[in-house]
């Protein structure tokens, strides 16, 4: 059995259609592994698709203004071909956020029936209290509160784990990709992929081995 993690990211990238296999994998589970996730995880992907959904109404209102504008000119057949490209463009804007919306709603489905929490318990919120209040320094990762408490959250239930294979896919390599953290997720008995093709083939050609 493997113990797979997964973040935030990983919900948001099935969410917005920018990770096909990461739909692969949750539809179709195999059962020699165990997708583990922090539950801070479900409310940072809303928050997440909060602001996502913010942006995408705020350049709503800014197309509502162009075709308002567009619309004053009577005389140009460019302007009111541009106005009904932006009439489109702004029907599908609403269309994609609900996609997204049902899309991140089945995402967060799927894992609360399938994949185990990890839970906040009493020890890592006080390291985490402690870390940010009298050592901001010594974060792993930077001026980032929750990508180290999602850290520390996975390096915990790891230590619980020493004896199954780990994996962890997250394409937030920016942050979980550094040399460094690499290294932490490597000491604790993890291995990093930034996307679920890179752990498929890992997986598919461990399995075959």
């Given at each position: 059995?493997?113990?797979?993690?997964?973040?935030?990211?990983?919900?948001?990238?099935?969410?917005?259609?920018?990770?096909?296999?990461?739909?692969?994998?949750?539809?179709?589970?195999?059962?020699?592994?165990?997708?583990?996730?922090?539950?801070?995880?479900?409310?940072e992907?809303?928050?997440?698709?909060?602001?996502?959904?913010?942006?995408r109404?705020?350049?709503?209102?800014?197309?509502?203004?162009?075709?308002?504008?567009?619309?004053?000119?009577?005389?140009?057949?460019?302007?009111?071909?541009?106005?009904?490209?932006?009439?489109?463009?702004?029907?599908?804007?609403?269309?994609?956020?609900?996609?997204?919306?049902?899309?991140?709603?089945?995402?967060?489905?799927?894992?609360?029936?399938?994949?185990?929490?990890?839970n906040?318990?009493?020890?890592?919120?006080?390291?985490?209290?402690?870390?940010?209040?009298?050592?901001?320094?010594?974060?792993?990762?930077?001026?980032?509160?929750?990508?180290?408490?999602?850290?520390?959250c996975?390096?915990?239930?790891?230590?619980?784990?020493?004896?199954?294979?780990?994996?962890?896919?997250?394409?937030?390599?920016?942050?979980?990709?550094?040399p460094?953290?690499?290294?932490?997720?490597?000491?604790?008995?993890?291995?990093?992929?930034?996307?679920?093709?890179?752990f498929?083939?890992?997986?598919?050609?461990?399995?075959?081995?």
């Amino acid at each position: 059995m493997l113990i797979l993690y997964i973040e935030t990211n990983f919900l948001m990238a099935v969410a917005k259609g920018q990770d096909l296999k990461a739909e692969d994998l949750l539809r179709d589970i195999s059962s020699s592994i165990r997708i583990v996730i922090p539950d801070v995880c479900y409310i940072e992907s809303l928050t997440t698709y909060k602001i996502d959904k913010r942006k995408r109404l705020e350049f709503q209102e800014e197309m509502d203004k162009q075709i308002k504008e567009l619309n004053r000119d009577k005389t140009s057949n460019y302007a009111r071909l541009f106005m009904g490209n932006l009439g489109e463009a702004r029907i599908n804007n609403e269309l994609l956020i609900n996609d997204i919306q049902d899309r991140l709603f089945t995402t967060i489905d799927q894992l609360l029936n399938n994949a185990e929490l990890i839970n906040l318990n009493k020890n890592l919120i006080q390291n985490i209290a402690e870390t940010t209040i009298f050592q901001p320094e010594a974060w792993l990762i930077k001026n980032d509160i929750m990508d180290n408490l999602i850290l520390e959250c996975i390096l915990d239930h790891a230590q619980l784990h020493t004896q199954e294979d780990k994996a962890f896919i997250s394409n937030n390599s920016k942050d979980f990709g550094k040399p460094e953290i690499k290294a932490v997720l490597s000491n604790a008995g993890i291995k990093y992929f930034t996307t679920t093709q890179d752990f498929l083939n890992w997986f598919n050609s461990r399995s075959s081995n």
